[in-house]
């Protein structure tokens, strides 16, 4: 253990080589076929540490702001280290199952969730919107009579509403949950890329003339595109009107609402009947962490449940009844997703709120909305650089412009030009913004969620895409002038 600690550190504070320019050094250990003896844990843990490690991702790096993905601080990698032995599973009456249950309850008052708010781990995003999104349609379908988890969906015709900026998840569990893909509205946006809660009325209304049932209004709490906040409050006031469920992924955005500078962006929260956030991505635990919030379980019991089963019949009492840790399972979590066997994850949710505290989460969650507005401001003050969004929460969308290029007439040169400079950023430079299109222009995107990155990092960061941007935009100018 100490040792692949220290090589997770050196990974973290060495300089390295990039995994594909290194790959000699890998890739013959890696492509070694199953040995016949082993070659035991010491040499294992050599292999490990001095060949496998250092020729990890870039996504842990203090320059990483692609996507949204993770960058896990120091004490939940403890703590998961520390749970993969003594609490291998999340059931049985454990001091790590109390601490699941309760690690739900801190994080749902933390993002704003009220106390009738009950939560489940899962792996992430994906499946935490695929929870939620079938508690959504078994109360849709049982209220048409119908148990979809039991029977199936009948000849009812499903749809959802999501704006087109929504996380493709959603659109995945229509499909996982047999409503289909295609019943997903796409309901458009502002040009902040908020949804439009009138052109959501207006498609809902349409299909209930057409006789089609409504699983779900969902608002996104923080796009991944552009860290947008839809009207929380229009769209839930939209799903109460017609009994529909409301669903707001928060998956990176809901700890924004920790900032009280723009806390009433969340207004309506509490209309929501699931919600869902990733702790892996603005919380900084290790990938594999996300939770699903329902007002009642009961319904996501109904949706997810095993049915009882042979191997487990008469194993257990009821949590009351216990007298040893190996009487009861506890809650019943297994009955509330779609995974049985499943790691505890609550332990690296409340190992960050222990180690840092409301305070310092807050902290950081406000350092990092303070980043994205100052490259947003230092991109506004640059003659040549152009700030596509006011950023609402830790992600901001910039690009190179060129004098004498008119966006207007010349936007696929541009977009050209910008993504040959993100090309090079990631190649010749410590930082790994991604990109993605905004009112249709290509951008440079970079989201802020890595507890290692610091504040020089992010004005070196402006600097060099503009001296990148004259780079290439000085290369243009004489080859078209060899031309
Ligand atoms: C990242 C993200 C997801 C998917 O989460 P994973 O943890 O990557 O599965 C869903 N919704 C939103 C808004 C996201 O940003």
Redesign the pocket.
């Known amino acids: 253990m100490g040792r692949v600690g220290r090589g997770i550190d050196a990974f973290l504070t060495e300089p390295r080589e990039d995994a594909v320019r290194g790959r000699a050094a890998w890739e013959s250990l890696a492509d070694l076929p199953v040995p016949d003896e082993g070659v035991g844990i010491d040499a294992l843990v050599d292999e490990l540490v001095d060949v496998v490690v250092p020729h990890g991702t870039r996504i842990s790096d203090p320059g990483f702001w692609g ?4 960058g896990p601080s120091t004490a939940p990698v403890l703590a998961a280290a520390a749970a993969s032995v003594p609490s291998p599973q999340r059931y049985l009456l454990t001091a790590f199952n109390r601490i699941e249950e309760r690690s739900l309850d801190m994080l749902a008052s933390l993002v704003g969730l009220g106390e009738h708010m009950k939560g489940v781990y899962s ?7 695929l929870v939620a999104l079938g508690a959504a349609r078994q109360h849709a379908f049982e209220r048409a009579g119908i148990d979809p988890a039991a029977d199936g969906l009948g000849g009812v015709r499903p749809a959802l509403y999501a704006s087109t900026e ?5 659109q995945r569990s229509a499909g996982v949950l047999g409503l289909g893909r295609s019943c997903v509205r796409a309901v458009p946006t502002d040009r902040a890329q908020r949804a439009d809660p009138a052109a959501m009325a207006r498609m809902l209304e349409q299909d209930l003339r057409d006789g089609r049932l409504p699983v779900a209004l969902v608002g ?5 595109n552009t860290g947008a906040i839809d009207p929380l409050r229009a769209i839930g006031e939209l799903a109460r009107e017609h009994g529909v469920w409301f669903h707001v ?5 809901l700890p924004g609402i920790l900032d009280d500078r723009i806390r009433d962006r969340f207004d309506g929260l509490d209309l929501a009947d699931s919600v ?1 956030v ?1 702790p ?2 603005w919380l900084a635990t290790q ?1 594999g962490v ?1 939770a699903t919030f329902v007002r009642d379980r009961a319904l996501l019991y109904r949706a997810f449940t095993q049915e009882p089963a042979e191997y487990l019949e008469g194993s257990f009492l009821a949590p009351e009844d216990a007298e040893v840790s190996m009487d009861s399972m506890g809650i019943p979590y297994a009955d509330f997703g779609v995974e049985l066997s499943s790691p505890p994850r609550g332990i690296q949710v409340w190992a960050v709120l222990r180690e840092q505290g409301v305070r310092g989460v807050t902290e950081r969650i406000r350092t990092d909305n303070d980043r994205a507005a100052r490259v947003a401001d230092l991109a506004r003050r640059h003659p040549r650089l152009e700030s596509l969004t006011e950023p609402e929460l830790s992600i901001a969308c910039l690009r190179y412009r060129p004098d004498g290029i008119d966006p207007a007439t010349d936007g696929a040169r541009l977009d050209d030009l910008n993504q040959a400079l993100l090309r090079r950023l990631v190649r010749e430079t410590p930082y790994v913004p991604s990109a993605t299109v905004v009112n249709g222009a290509y951008a440079i995107r970079p989201c802020f969620i890595n507890t290692r990155t610091t504040d020089d990092m992010v004005d070196d960061f402006v600097a060099t895409v503009a001296r990148l941007g004259d780079e290439l935009a000085g290369d243009r100018v004489a080859a078209e002038a060899a031309r």
Request: hydrophobic share 35%; proline share 0%.
């Open positions: 996507f949204i993905t993770t792996s992430g995003g994906s499946v935490a919107n929504v996380h493709h998840t959603v996104t709490a923080g796009t991944t992924d928060g998956a990176y955005g869902i990733d892996h991505k990938v996300a």
